[in-house]
T-cell receptor, first 115, second 111 residues
């Protein structure tokens, strides 16, 4: 069966420090991968999505970036965190083609606090 | 740009009342549609989904939703709510490779 792992679960970082959140999927190949940020009253904001290795689409211009170095690995990064980057980040995957396309399977989430 | 609108941000109902939560989307192509639920302190879970076929889809816990293509809508309904339905509900649309969410509706059921 498919599983998705996301880490770290929580982290506290000072302003200006770098960030790396990682997500890996097991049990499936060629998934679409997504990074969302969830904030109260704002739903899930799509940050990045990827349909293949090295293919990243950015939805929201900001100081975050994403990379997909392997088929089932998705990384969210920042070189210098801002206070406004605090939030709850969710990684998710979906089947790329055929039945089930668009149904998301979420990781456990990462709670980021920038001080 | 593609978007999803959920008209009700906060809904308060008494137990046994009927529920309808609105969802409209903006996208000109073929869509897949979803409702997710997040119970207090828990992670998101899929409530129901529409891919094709019968526009009236049934999900878990007595929920259903109707896809009306001409109105770009996918409203969520339940004939009689329970206190345990207190949660936040999110509508989502698969527009091409993007999956876009609405801002959510907080549902509070009074016992």
């Amino acid at each position: 069966s498919q599983t998705i792992h996301q880490w770290p679960a929580t982290l506290v970082q000072p302003v200006g420090s770098p960030l790396s959140l990682e997500c890996t999927v097991e049990g499936t190949s060629n998934p679409n991968l997504y990074w969302y940020r969830q904030a109260a009253g704002r739903g899930l904001q799509l940050l990045f999505y990827s349909v293949g290795i090295g293919q990243i689409s950015s939805e929201v211009p900001q100081n975050l970036s994403a990379s997909r170095p392997q088929d089932r690995q998705f990384i969210l990064s920042s070189k210098k965190l801002l206070l406004s980057d605090s939030g709850f980040y969710l990684c998710a995957w979906s089947v790329r083609w055929g039945v089930g396309t668009g149904e998301l399977f979420f990781g456990e989430g990462s709670r980021l606090t920038v001080l | 740009a593609q978007s999803v609108s959920q008209h009700n941000h906060h809904v308060i109902l008494s137990e046994a009342a009927s529920l309808e939560l609105g969802c409209n989307y903006s996208y000109g192509g073929t869509v897949n549609l979803f409702w997710y639920v997040q119970y207090p302190g828990q992670h998101l879970q899929l409530l129901l989904k529409y891919f094709s076929g019968d526009p009236l889809v049934k999900g878990i816990k007595g929920f259903e939703a109707e896809f009306i293509k001409s109105k770009f809508s996918f409203n969520l309904r339940k004939p009689s709510v329970q206190w345990s339905d207190t949660a936040e509900y999110f509508c989502a649309v698969n527009a091409g490779d993007k999956i876009i969410f609405g801002k959510g509706t907080r549902l509070h059921i009074l016992p």
